[in-house]
C-alpha cells in the first residue's frame, strides 16, 4: 500500500523538500516520511534486490554502523521493490535494526527521481533528509554500496555539528 502525499518535481535535487510517502515496513507497518519531520534525520537509500551481494553488502555496512546513525539522532530507511515478506527474510537473515520499506510498483523511487541502471536496473541511490525534510545530500553508485553509508554518515555527522 502507497499512499503519495506530495507531488514531486521530476529530478529531485539538493535543496528540494523531500517527497512525502507512506510505505508498509518489513513487518507490516505503515511508515511515512513526515512521522520523522522535526524529529531526526533521515537516510532514505534506495537499493536494486534483497539478498544480492552488492546490496547486502550495503545493507550490512548500514546495520554495521547503525548505532552510529542513532547517536546522531538519524534514523536509516531502506527501500526496494521486494515484497514486505522479503524484506522480512532479508532484515533476518542479516541482522538488520533499521526500516526496509517494500515499494512494489516503484512509486516512492519514481518519486525520488532514482534513475535507473543502463535503463533496466533500479538505482541505488542515497538521500540526506534534515529535519525539515529538505534534501541536503543525493549520492548515486550502482557499484559501490558500501559507499552509500560512508557518505551518508558524513554528512549527517556535518547538519549535526551545525545545530
Keep these: 500500500m502507497v499512499a503519495i502525499m506530495f507531488s514531486a518535481k521530476a529530478n529531485i535535487q539538493v535543496g528540494d523538500k523531500a517527497p512525502d510517502f507512506t510505505l508498509v515496513n518489513q513487518v507490516g507497518k505503515s511508515v511515512s516520511l513526515r512521522d520523522f519531520k522535526n524529529k531526526q534525520i533521515v537516510v532514505v537509500y534506495f537499493y536494486p534486490k534483497d539478498e544480492t551481494s552488492i546490496c547486502t553488502k550495503e545493507a550490512c555496512s548500514f546495520r554495521d554502523s547503525y548505532k552510529d546513525f542513532q547517536e546522531l539522532n538519524c534514523e536509516v530507511i531502506g527501500i526496494s521493490s521486494d515484497s514486505v515478506e522479503s524484506h522480512q527474510h532479508f532484515a533476518q537473515n542479516h541482522n538488520l535494526p533499521f526500516v526496509l520499506l517494500s515499494d512494489p510498483d516503484s512509486l516512492v523511487r519514481n518519486l525520488f527521481s532514482v534513475p535507473k541502471t543502463a535503463m533496466i536496473l533500479p538505482g541505488r ?26 557518505e ?10 551545525k545545530l
Design 125 to 150: 541511490v542515497t538521500y540526506v533528509i534534515d529535519k525539515n525534510g529538505i534534501i541536503k545530500f543525493i549520492f548515486n553508485s550502482q557499484i559501490d554500496g558500501e559507499k552509500h553509508m560512508r
Design 152 to 161: 551518508a554518515l558524513k554528512i549527517v555527522k556535518e547538519l549535526q555539528s
